[in-house]
């Protein structure tokens, strides 16, 4: 059932019981190897099936239940599954399972009892296709995914690696896709295969291009497979004219169970803006937790201070002790205004805490602006510290000599102060570019009322 066009492969659509995939016509002669999958995964439903499947096997893979492909592979399959046949809540998913030639997948359990490893992914309905970069080398197969939320091609994140992975010396490279009682459009716009060599060694030569005459038999294959689709489309509208001229409808819900397995275009952007807001959420708490650490630091370096204080006060007699005295009282002064200032950057973290916690709308501008006042704020207090803290080094330094405060005991580092910054930085640049891009979507969807 695959569609294959210029740009892209259609490898099923989002009808019932489809079954399409897309092998290499030679055997793959790489030692190691790595691959650069490009693909969408769209749907109408909150849920989709059956899900998209990459392969390396020894043989080229036939039609099959597993993901659209044969059982009892020899190699491995990398299946982004869907539909959660389990009942787990762990859809959709990644899993990496390898094969002998022997093993029948378990598709009742999701693979969960075969997988070699595994990482929870979201990838259906991303605002930009889904990258996937598939590493072999020296026995490890790494597996590194983009969910399709920036533009960025590089931001890839960790999701599995499998150690101790033997692999056929040759094999085959295919990408496969089913469909079930519910339906999603698997469509593959990249599939790059490159060929790993230890440093030291020659690099291979490149291979040719397709030739034209290839190219242009594909082009008419593609048209031929469109044209079939239409037809099929149009018998669909004959038998089925209740269905026509209504909003929101089309042929492919005639196989789902029930309307309400669907999502509007302005449900799906509501879930997406509440999913970005529930991870600021998630790093302002953690922000929040680290600031708490920074305070509990602060009092005992504080309370160690003021125990110096007193066994130095014993131990310089006369006017050589009441110039230590003066200092120390100056050290511990400064410390408090930074417990002080402290303790004001965690209550204004806990009052953006809780705007964000309590928002009931995303799109209010009040809450809005009052977000960034609070950010601006623990800015403020930062650059206050920073002050005092340099203050309290200037005041300490003689014209002859730098004074040098009493040795302390080691304590722990949770966070340094340079990562601090930079970690508040980002965030307040993340937050405020979220806040832009907010507001130009609801700018966008004023137009439509």
Request: hydrophobic share 35%.
């Given at each position: ?245 209504q909003p929101g409808k ?32 998630l790093e302002i708490k ?164």
């Open positions: 059932d695959a569609i294959p066009s210029a740009d892209q492969i259609r490898i099923t659509t989002s009808l019932k019981s489809q079954r399409g995939s897309v092998w290499t016509k030679t055997k793959s002669i790489f030692e190691y190897w790595e691959v650069e999958v490009t693909f969408r995964v769209t749907g109408r439903g909150r849920i989709g099936a059956d899900g998209l499947a990459i392969w390396f096997t020894e043989e080229q893979g036939l039609e099959g239940p597993v993901f659209g492909a044969a059982d009892k592979w020899n190699g491995v399959g990398i299946f982004f599954d869907s539909f959660d046949n389990d009942g787990k809540k762990n859809n959709p998913g990644v899993i990496v399972v390898g094969n002998n030639g022997k093993l029948l997948y378990d598709h009742q359990n999701d693979g969960s009892t075969q997988a070699l490893a595994s990482c929870q992914r979201d990838f259906r309905n991303k605002p930009y296709p889904v990258r996937v970069k598939i590493t072999y080398y020296q026995k490890t197969l790494t597996v590194l995914i983009n969910n399709g939320f920036t533009p960025d091609k590089e931001d890839y994140e960790f999701c599995a690696k499998v150690e101790d992975m033997v692999l056929p010396s040759q094999g085959y490279f295919g990408i496969s896709a089913a469909t079930g009682g519910l339906a999603d459009d698997h469509d593959v716009l990249s599939f790059l295969t490159f060929q790993l060599t230890d440093p030291g060694k020659a690099l291979p030569t490149p291979d040719a291009e397709i030739p034209q005459k290839d190219k242009e038999k594909y082009q008419e294959e593609f048209e031929h497979f469109q044209q079939e689709l239409d037809k099929k489309k149009e018998e669909f509208q004959k038998e089925h004219p209740d269905v026509q001229g089309n042929p492919c819900a005639f196989f789902l169970s029930a309307d309400d397995v669907f999502e509007t275009v302005s449900d799906r952007e509501l879930r997406q803006i509440f999913e970005g807001q529930n991870r600021i959420h953690q922000l929040n937790r680290q600031l708490d650490m920074i305070l509990d630091e602060q009092r005992k370096y504080v309370s160690a201070v003021t125990d110096e204080i007193a066994k130095r006060g014993a131990g310089f007699p006369g006017q050589q002790g009441q110039v230590s005295q003066q200092e120390l009282d100056t050290v511990v002064k400064t410390q408090e205004e930074v417990v002080r200032q402290v303790n004001e950057m965690r209550n204004s973290m806990a009052d953006a805490l809780r705007l964000i916690s309590g928002a009931q709308h995303p799109g209010s501008a009040a809450g809005v602006y009052e977000t960034t006042q609070h950010f601006n704020d623990i800015k403020e207090h930062l650059h206050v510290v920073k002050r005092d803290i340099e203050h309290l080094v200037q005041r300490n330094m003689p014209s002859s000599e730098k004074s040098k405060c009493p040795d302390l005991p080691p304590f722990p580092s949770c966070l340094s102060t340079m990562h601090f910054f930079i970690f508040v930085a980002v965030q307040t640049v993340l937050f405020i570019g979220y806040i832009m891009y907010r507001s130009q979507q609801e700018a966008a969807a004023k137009k439509f009322f």
